[in-house]
């Protein structure tokens, strides 16, 4: 069953920043890949970023980096998505997921190796 549970997006001024959160209440998420993905209207869900389970390792897609910036707390089995100079082009449902594997070695940004996922919490950027 899925734990996951998204919070703090919303509307923002294009060049604004918003926080996103990640709570997850079931399986403990610090031994998982944490990943972010979105999903604008029309088009398939997309990569955004991912933090491996020590949280040394990140991966970003490359219409994110330098501007969002993917965290863990594992005391609060939970990450967080920084999101900064945000565009229009942004605007989607923004997904946290874990991954399938426990203790992966590499970070993945392969949509299919995530099978829990939250329920989404729409960003509006805009001008």
């Known amino acids: 069953q899925a734990h996951l549970g998204e919070s703090g997006g919303g509307l923002v001024q294009a060049g604004g920043s918003l926080r996103l959160s990640c709570q997850d209440s079931g399986r403990t998420l610090r031994m998982y890949t944490l990943g972010w993905f979105r999903q604008a209207p029309g088009k398939e869900r997309e990569f955004v970023a991912a933090i491996n389970w020590r949280g040394d390792k990140t991966i970003y897609a490359d219409s994110v980096k330098d501007r969002f910036t993917i965290s863990r707390d594992v005391a609060k089995n939970a990450g967080s998505l920084q999101m900064n100079s945000l565009r229009p082009e942004d605007a989607a449902v923004y997904y946290c997921?874990?991954?399938?594997?426990?203790?992966?070695?590499?970070?993945?940004?392969?949509?299919?190796?995530?099978?829990?996922w939250g329920q989404g919490t729409q960003t509006t950027p805009y001008e």
């Open positions: 997921a874990a991954d399938r594997v426990i203790y992966r070695v590499t970070v993945t940004g392969t949509k299919n190796d995530y099978d829990e």
